[in-house]
């Protein structure tokens, strides 16, 4: 058959096709499909001259089919199961599946899922394997391309393209050592600690996140930010606060300071305090970073996609820094 021929040919002429030959009546098969049986003998009428053969033959007792009928009876049913098939559901098997995910996320938002997800994977889905990196230079390139499946990013503003839903917002803190000038002090003014040393995580894709803006309009104040130590490292971003520099974070990572460098029943080497009044009246998110997660929109209707990026919200959402949207 050529393609012109192909394209003459209709789901509905094989429906009615393989009706009629499981019924062996026109209008036995009319009725079951819920057409009229005028209907269903031009169908057939079309099918007979589609195929160049009578199809069926009549006898007292019903229909009977004809050599050619019972020859396209044995390779249309597959086909027809077949396209049954596709209009069903598409199903999830997790104990099954085997995937790698490619993540982008830093240290502040990873902490808030890592330990849950790792837990649920190894339950629910032994066969996911995860790569999780720091965002480079990139950014949306490596979603668009299909580099990386998820991203999680405090930024609002995404292309067309791709999709985000806003997780939660998370708190900002200072991390101040002992030997920090402030460290006995319960909270500070931005120009005290503008007078001391400051380490900033330098995360490459916070160029235009809510912080880096209020940023800018504390620099048109005429307050002079500049960080002794900029760093896209958590070891060195550490080892600075350890040596007198505060760190301007999330709450996340605020904890994770204080689990790490002041284990239970130890001297307190490390405390947290409040962001400056200052930066809360000029921040527009009043000092809580809005986390997005964000994926492409090919991965939208994605199974396995979907459980893992709805895992991955469910654990951000429990974590004890996470607040939920207004």
Avoid at 239 to 260: C, E, N, Y
Avoid at 298 to 323: C, G, K, T, V, Y
Wanted: hydrophobic letters at 40%; glycine letters at 4%.
């Amino acid at each position: 058959m050529q393609l012109d021929d192909i394209l003459k040919l209709d789901i509905k002429l094989l429906v009615a096709f393989a009706t009629i030959m499981e019924e062996g009546s026109v209008s036995r098969a009319a009725e079951k499909l819920g057409v009229t049986q005028p209907a269903l003998s031009k169908s057939l009428q079309r099918l007979r001259e589609l195929f160049k053969d009578s199809l069926f033959t009549r006898q007292a007792y019903g229909l009977t089919p004809t050599a050619r009928a019972s020859e396209l009876h044995s390779s249309i049913q597959p086909i027809l199961s077949s396209l049954s098939e596709l209009m069903n559901p598409n199903t999830l098997d997790l104990k099954s599946l085997d995937r790698r995910f490619k993540l982008r996320v830093d240290e502040g938002d990873l902490e808030n899922f890592i330990e849950p997800l790792l837990t649920s994977i190894q339950d629910e889905a032994p066969g996911v394997r995860l790569a999780i990196t720091s965002w480079g230079d990139s950014q949306f390139e490596e979603l668009i391309s299909g580099h990386v499946d998820l991203g999680i990013m405090r930024l609002n503003d995404t292309p067309g393209n791709i999709r985000s839903k806003l997780v939660g917002h998370m708190e900002a803190c200072i991390v101040l050592g002992e030997a920090h000038p402030l460290f006995h002090q319960d909270k500070a003014s931005l120009q005290e600690l503008l007078d001391h040393k400051v380490v900033k995580p330098h995360w490459r894709h916070n160029h235009k996140n809510s912080f880096t803006r209020t940023e800018q309009k504390l620099r048109e104040k005429g307050y002079k930010l500049q960080p002794t130590l900029e760093t896209d490292s958590l070891m060195a971003t550490m080892q600075a606060v350890k040596q007198g520099m505060a760190l301007v974070t999330s709450r996340s990572i605020g904890d994770l300071f204080l689990k790490i460098m002041c284990p239970q029943g130890a001297i307190t080497k490390v405390k947290i305090v409040p962001v400056p009044q200052e930066v809360i009246e000029l921040d527009e998110n009043k000092g809580r970073l809005p986390i997005h997660i964000l994926w492409h929109e090919r991965f939208n209707n994605d199974l396995a996609h979907r459980w893992l990026r709805e895992q991955i919200i469910h654990f951000m959402r429990e974590s004890p820094w996470m607040h939920p949207p207004i």
